[in-house]
Each structure stands twice: as C-alpha cells, then as structure tokens.
C-alpha cells in the first residue's frame, strides 16, 4: 500500500509540474531515468553506484563529477532534440 500511495503521490507531481510548464509555455520531455547516476556523463560506462557515495569516479576514463551533476548531464543528454523551442537566455533569475 505504501508504495501506491508514493506512486500516486509522484503521478500527481508530474502532473503538476507538466501543468506549469504548459502555462509557461515549456515543454516538458519525459525521459528514461535508469542509471543515470551509475554511467558516466563522458564515456558511458557503468558501474555501481551507492547511494551514501556523493562523486562519481568513473573507472573507465577517470572522470569525476558530483552524482547528481553526472546525472543531470545524463538525463539531458537522453532528452530528444528539437522537441521546443529553448528559452534559455544564461539570466540569473531570484526566486519569488
């Protein structure tokens, strides 16, 4: 039951994130997150990760980055080009 509870607690986060995004005017591209902190953003190699380990050092090529950095970079990296229009103008923006 817990685990229905957490899946319908982040069903309704993507859809309101989905829903913000739309009346922004973004897109929002859903991607497949699996690995995405065990591969390495540079050569793709994969290897176990535990979640207490915050760096990830690759074994193949020796690049390191932050695990959640690395991951980002995985995750955008997966995400289809020319999907929409980028807004991105490099502006820092102070939250509300």
């Not at 994130?17 to 190699?45: D, F, H, P, W």
């Not at 915050?54 to 695990?67: A, P």
């Not at 959640?68 to 929409?84: E, F, M, T, V, Y």
């Amino acid at each position: 039951m817990a685990g229905s509870i957490q899946d319908a607690s982040w069903n309704r986060f993507i859809q309101l994130l989905s829903y913000k995004a739309e009346s922004a005017g973004l897109g929002m591209v859903k991607v497949e997150a699996r690995n995405t902190s065990k591969e390495c953003s540079i050569c793709g190699n994969i290897q176990e990760m535990p979640l207490s380990k915050r760096t990830y050092n690759c074994q193949k090529c020796g690049m390191s980055k932050d695990r959640d950095i690395n991951a980002s970079i995985n995750i955008l990296k997966r995400a289809p080009l020319g999907q929409r229009e980028s807004h991105a103008q490099g502006e820092n923006i102070r939250p509300h």
